[in-house]
Structures are given as C-alpha cells and as structure tokens.
C-alpha cells in the first residue's frame, strides 16, 4: 500500500522560510517521478504543480517559486522535502506531495493534477505580510 505523508506546513511571516517533508512508503522511492503542488484557499480546482524531482534527482520549478523553493529527496529515508525561502502572501496554500509516475518527470506545464498517481493529505502553509 502506498501511503504518502507531508509534515512541516506552519504559519510564518513574510520573508519567512519553511521545510515541508513527504514521507514515502511503498514503493521504491527512488525510481518515481514525486511533486509538490499547492491549492490556494477560495479557489476552486486551482490545484497546481510547483516543483517536481525525477528518479535521478532532475528537478524543475514553477516560475513562481523559482529561485526561493528547492525540492529534494533523501533515498535513504525515503522522504520528499521542499525548501522554501522567501516566503510571500501568495505562497498560502495548502501543499500536497505527491507520486507521479515511474522515471523522469513530464514538462512541469504538463504535471497537471490528473497525473499523479498517488497524493499525500496535504500541509497548510499561511504566510502572513
């Protein structure tokens, strides 16, 4: 059974920084395609992928977190991180991880929320100004 587990949402400041972490059970870790996608609050189905990180560690980011947020994964612990510097209001959401297919990762304008094939229950993050 594949299970997925986020920690480390929390509410910050502006120019605040966050590490939210995935814990993946359940299938081979390393060979996956994982991301991280947000929903902003209020807004309907607007369910969007972040960053996504391949089975050999290629990594790709949303032009509205390049530069501030960085994805990793531990392959020993099986965990799924996403570093996120410079927080803004616009970052509120509530974050999912997220299994999304075996090997290299789609074009991130293609991880759309029909892809994955397994979600976490998601982590809230509120950035305040």
């Known amino acids: 059974q594949v299970q997925l587990a986020e920690s480390g949402g929390d509410s910050v400041q502006f120019g605040g920084s966050l590490k939210l972490s995935c814990v993946v059970s359940?299938?081979?870790?390393?060979?996956?395609?994982l991301g991280w996608f947000r929903q902003v609050p209020g807004v309907e189905r607007e369910l969007g992928a972040i960053?996504?990180?391949?089975?050999?560690?290629?990594?790709s980011y949303a032009d509205s977190v390049k530069g501030r947020f960085t994805i990793s994964k531990d392959y020993a612990k099986n965990i799924l991180y996403l570093q996120m510097n410079s927080l803004k209001p616009e970052d509120t959401a509530m974050y999912y991880c997220?299994?999304?297919?075996?090997?290299?990762?789609?074009?991130?304008?293609?991880?759309?929320?029909?892809?994955?094939?397994?979600w976490g229950q998601g982590t809230q993050v509120t950035v305040s100004s």
């Open positions: 997220a299994v999304v297919q075996f090997g290299p990762c789609p074009p991130l304008a293609y991880l759309t929320p029909s892809r994955p094939n397994y």
């Open positions: 960053a996504g990180i391949s089975d050999i560690g290629t990594t």
């Open positions: 359940g299938l081979p870790f390393g060979d996956y395609c």
